[in-house]
């Protein structure tokens, strides 16, 4: 860990990827920010381990992993399917009675409570799979040419995105962290209603911001959005409360 680090930011990955996609994070952000990927099984190190299909059970046991890591202020932040689980993890900890991140920051991703505009596609045959989600999800197209390859990665992709299409939101209370929800203007999937409706899980602020690009609009706007992160996280950090909830002492 960072010595100098006095915040952390817990990243979650968009379905059919993993940690690796948040290399480069730590280098673009201050160095009081201590960036921590989450791992999920069914992919990279974890590639021989079953990948979640339900948000419930996957929520449930990361918020366990992240149990002694929250010794410091920490927020969230994720990209599609990770945005989801991310909203989910905040909330397993809150009813466990632990410290909410201080900040969420969603992207790419309708609010959980507005149900998708599409039919399930995670129960398609094979290759139907895999042409339904090419427009949305970018599957790596080369890897799935190669069989091998293919008998690997086709599993998780089928197991994350069972875990969205399956998702059934259960009303809680608004998170008391503000909210700071991205989006690509040509996301077909995350319409501006959609994303604007984030706003209604959240007594703290609500913000908003819409990038050129549909679903994967995160790779050109990534040095944007890593500094307005960075800039987020600095400028919260300077109001936190020294308070159990706050610092993370109520998980030690």
């Known amino acids: 860990m960072n010595a100098q680090a006095r915040l952390r930011l817990f990243c979650f990955p968009h379905a059919g990827s993993?940690?690796?996609v948040y290399h480069g994070w730590t280098a673009a952000l201050s160095d009081l920010v201590d960036v921590r990927a989450v791992?999920?099984?069914?992919?990279?190190?974890r590639l021989r381990e079953p990948a979640f299909t339900e948000a419930e059970e996957s929520a449930a046991t990361i918020s366990k992993a992240l149990e002694e890591r929250l010794d410091l202020p920490?927020?969230?932040f994720g990209h599609s399917m990770g945005a989801l689980l991310s909203f989910e993890v905040a909330r397993a900890l809150r009813?466990?009675?632990?410290?909410e991140p201080f900040y969420?920051?969603?992207s790419g991703h309708r609010a959980p409570q507005i149900p998708s505009p599409r039919p399930a596609v995670f129960h398609l045959p094979d290759d139907?799979?895999?042409?339904?989600?090419r427009d949305l999800y970018?599957?790596?197209e080369e890897a799935m040419k190669i069989p091998e390859l293919r008998a690997l990665l086709l599993p998780t992709l089928r197991a994350d995105i069972t875990l969205c299409e399956s998702y059934d939101h259960s009303p809680e209370a608004p998170l008391g962290c503000p909210i700071f929800a991205f989006g690509g203007r040509d996301d077909q999937e995350t319409p501006l209603e959609a994303l604007e409706s984030w706003g209604a899980q959240t007594d703290g602020r609500f913000e908003m911001m819409r990038f050129a690009g549909g679903h994967f609009y995160l790779d050109a706007a990534l040095p944007e959005i890593q500094h307005l992160v960075n800039s987020k996280l600095l400028a919260a950090l300077d109001s936190l409360v020294e308070s159990p909830a706050a610092a993370g002492e109520a998980a030690e």
Do not use: N
């Open 74 to 76: 920490f927020a969230f």
């Open 128 to 133: 139907e799979f895999l042409e339904a989600l």
């Open 18 to 20: 993993g940690a690796s």
């Open 138 to 140: 970018d599957p790596p």
């Open 104 to 106: 969420l920051f969603v």
């Open 95 to 99: 009813r466990k009675g632990l410290p």
């Open 39 to 45: 791992h999920l099984p069914g992919r990279e190190s």
